[in-house]
């Protein structure tokens, strides 16, 4: 079978967030007919990127308003509203009915779907996923493809049900004429990504053309990591599962990600992986192609987070801690309500008996002169917060998420920038992030700060392997 000549191919993102799904898919080849996000932060990111460049922030103030039309800005190819806003509008479905769309993809919040929402409409935690399969039925796209966190495909046996990843897979296959689905774990480090970060897709193929191609799926979830170690549980590779191409040594580490970012930006003096000279250099995307092919040589989104010294001091411990082999909830100790003070220094002693002394951190810094020095430093340091982690140069980094302070950098004693997460993501650095950095906890509910959408974000390298397959499948078609 040969494939067809290469045409333009829409695709619609909902709950698009930042726009890293989108950003792997238009890298893929794929063109965006319309995006839908409902916060204002997380869209102006999106709209900066990926449809003009936002010099006047009243402007967008403007645009993004609950008062602007759905139709005003769809024209622009972004809704800044609720999913239901498009979906009562039928001039829009309509028209993207005739566009002959070729995927619709996002991640809709799962965590309450049931397929008992078809005899419960009106269960506020099943309408996200049943709009989506609404959309999905209105314009009856080629392709679908969903993401959602890897617990997603977990079965809640405890409640007599299976989980709402395969209640969701159920449903698409029965949505509008019918689909194929192949439900998927994939881990962004197999596909090019310097994160440890497994989540669940699954990639679904209009029957019609699932027949006429002959495709074979499995209810069966595939694994990326499949692609290394064969699984007894699939004797061919399903059709819909795009090819790992990163284990072993090939795997980036946090060091291939931003060794080459100093404190200032660029650092100068380091060498450049390709990784890094890839994001440094890529603005084959979004508006950045308008843009003379050049990169502004200043480096956005890489603000340093400023601590207190007491809190410089406690990331200096947890980078000892980690170098010597000690458990970073030795931290902790201080803290426990069940030994006196003499018990808590012989516990801390105990876990720091075979560490080296003078204890220095990686940035050159002295913290003790030997273990009492260390013992009464812990002590004056303790707290009950020990899931902060300095992150290993050698090592992919964990899976990033919406808060900048679970992570600490692997040499200076700091929080990591937008910027370095946006690496470990595999943003490009022409990739502007735009809106507040962060936020305070209450306000989490609903704002959608710069940090935030690093973490929602799919990796676009991951997006961009998904979407090239889903393309090549359908230049058969």
């Known amino acids: 079978m040969e494939a067809k000549e290469l045409v333009q191919r829409k695709y619609i993102d909902l709950f698009a967030g930042c726009g890293g ?68 509008n039928r001039p829009l479905l309509e028209s993207l009915r005739s566009q002959d769309i070729d995927l619709i993809a996002g991640g809709p919040p799962c965590q309450g779907f049931s397929l008992a929402g078809r005899r419960n409409p009106e269960d506020i935690r099943n309408q996200l996923p049943w709009q989506f399969l609404e959309l999905v039925e209105s314009v009856e796209p080629k392709a679908v493809l969903i993401e959602n966190v890897s617990g997603m495909s977990q079965d809640f046996r405890k409640h007599g049900r299976s989980s709402p990843f395969n209640d969701l897979r159920i449903a698409l296959t029965e949505t509008g004429p019918g689909y194929i689905v192949q439900p998927m774990h994939l881990n962004a480090m197999h596909f090019g990504v310097p994160q440890h970060r497994p989540r669940v897709f699954m990639v679904g193929v209009r029957a019609d053309i699932a027949r006429r191609l002959s495709l074979s799926v499995s209810q069966d979830t595939w694994r990326s990591e499949y692609d290394h170690t064969p699984s007894s549980r699939f004797s061919h590779r399903p059709s819909l599962a795009p090819t790992a191409t990163h284990f072993g040594d090939a795997i980036l580490t946090v060091s291939t990600a931003i060794s080459d970012l100093g404190r200032r930006g660029y650092n100068r003096k380091r060498s450049v992986s390709d990784f890094a000279h890839e994001m440094r250099s890529d603005t084959r995307w979004g508006v950045c192609e308008y843009e003379n ?38 931290i902790a100790v201080p803290k426990s309500e069940e030994l006196t003070d003499d018990g808590k220094r012989i516990s801390i002693m105990a876990a720091l008996e075979h560490a080296r002394f003078p204890a220095k951190a990686p940035d050159g810094t002295e913290i003790a002169q030997d273990i009492l020095e260390l013992t009464d430093l812990v002590m004056g340091l303790g707290t009950k917060k020990h899931s902060q982690r300095p992150l290993k140069w050698d090592a992919p980094s964990p899976t990033v998420v919406s808060l900048p302070d679970d992570y600490v950098h692997p040499q200076e004693p700091r929080t990591l920038t937008v910027r370095e997460l946006a690496r470990f993501q595999s943003f490009p650095d022409a990739f502007e992030f735009r809106a507040k950095e962060t ?8 704002e959608v700060p710069q940090y935030t959408q690093v973490g929602n974000a799919v990796p676009p390298k991951l997006a961009e392997a998904v979407g090239r397959h889903i393309r090549t499948i359908l230049s058969f078609a």
């Open 439 to 446: 936020t305070g906890s209450m306000r989490r509910r609903f």
């Open 293 to 330: 092919g050049s990169l502004n040589r200043s480096l956005e989104n890489h603000v340093l987070r400023r601590h207190a010294p007491h809190i410089e001091a406690r990331f200096r411990v947890y980078q000892f801690f980690r170098d010597q082999g000690v458990h970073p909830r030795v």
């Open 21 to 88: 799904l989108s950003l792997g898919l238009e890298k893929a080849g794929f063109d965006l007919a319309l995006a839908v996000e409902k916060s204002d932060m997380a869209a102006e990111t999106f709209f900066h990127n990926f449809v003009e460049r936002i010099s006047n922030p009243e402007d967008w103030k403007q645009f993004s308003a609950s008062f602007t039309s759905v139709h005003e800005q769809a024209a622009k190819k972004l809704v800044v509203k609720e999913l239901a806003e498009v979906l009562k």
